[in-house]
């Protein structure tokens, strides 16, 4: 692979480190609870997005943990119409969709949506299909067998994280390939907290350049999640620290794209990152210039 990503109309080089601002369309998300429910909420959080520096918005319908039940069909009311909104209000922005449903896959994509995150592992194997169908790109993720909406089992268990975690991960995108996905539009998500208990969290952070050397493109989902509230023993709204730390790290050894709810503070580490590996001049330079 030469290292290119190509989302939608963008493509992104193999230095380049992308943010992907979570904009969740449901009244019981975990962090915002329900901040951007509302349409004209949501639209301005998109707006604010971009202008703080995303390259990529991923928009939810359904909150990933448990819950009042969602159908398929409400799914589709929050997420489809906004997606066309957003389409028609950023024509080069990268629209992500967050669904392990192929009925919502394929609605959003004929709304204009560019990216399927399947952030439930195929449990649809449909959804890769449909992202084939439309050429969209498609983020492979590992869950550990865990289904939808569910927490990980008690006890879970494995005897090498990674080694599951590349399994489940490589096969999931070759078979996307397979179908006629672009091989260059395709990425690959540990999932952090999904199907792991915090340790597993912690060592697919440590060990996350073994996905970096399989050459896809990785994308990771850290914000405020409860490895990190377990790590520090803090609650939701104080754990933008050990994400931005967290960041840092897989930044450092690789990954290519963050899903965030705080994309200046991202946006931040990620350019000081790529500045220190020498891949990113800095903005200004005064100091020591005559």
């Known amino acids: 692979m030469d290292g290119l990503l190509r989302l939608g109309r963008s493509e ?7 943010v992907m601002a979570i904009v969740n369309r449901t009244p019981d998300s975990f962090y915002d609870k329900g901040a951007t429910y509302a349409e004209d909420a949501a639209l301005d959080r998109v707006d604010q997005a971009v202008a703080d520096g995303a390259r990529i918005v991923d928009i939810g319908g359904v909150k990933a943990g448990p819950g009042e039940e969602v159908t398929t069909d409400e799914e589709i009311r929050r997420t489809v119409p ?43 194997p449909r959804l890769a ?3 084939a169908e439309f050429r969209a790109g498609l983020v492979c993720t590992h869950t550990g067998g865990t289904v939808p909406r569910n927490r990980p ?8 994280v990674m080694a599951d975690i590349l399994d489940q991960t490589l096969r999931l995108a070759e078979r996307a390939v397979e179908l ?7 990425l690959i998500d540990p999932a952090h907290d999904f199907g792991k208990n915090t340790r597993h969290s912690l060592e697919a952070t440590r060990r996350i350049g073994e ?12 914000s405020n999640k409860d490895f990190i509230g377990e790590t520090l023993d803090m609650p939701v709204r104080q754990r ?34 790529s500045s220190i590996q020498g891949t990113r001049p800095p903005a200004v330079e005064r100091r020591g210039i005559a």
């Open 12 to 18: 992104f080089g193999p230095d380049d480190r992308v």
């Open 82 to 124: 906004f997606v066309g909104k957003v389409r028609a209000r950023h024509p080069d922005l990268v629209i992500s969709v967050d669904t392990w449903r192929a009925e919502v896959g394929r609605a959003v994509c004929e709304a204009g949506a560019d990216v399927l995150n399947d952030a439930w592992g195929g449990y649809d």
């Open 129 to 131: 299909e449909v992202a």
């Open 153 to 160: 089992r008690k006890g879970v268990s494995y005897p090498d």
């Open 180 to 186: 006629g996905v672009p091989r260059e539009s395709v």
């Open 211 to 222: 996905m970096i050397e399989t050459g896809w493109p990785v994308l990771v989902s850290l």
């Open 240 to 273: 933008l620290t050990g994400t931005l730390a967290t960041t840092a790290v897989c930044a450092w050894l690789g990954a290519r794209v963050y899903r965030v709810h705080e994309v200046v503070e991202t946006r931040q580490v990620l350019d000081m990152v």
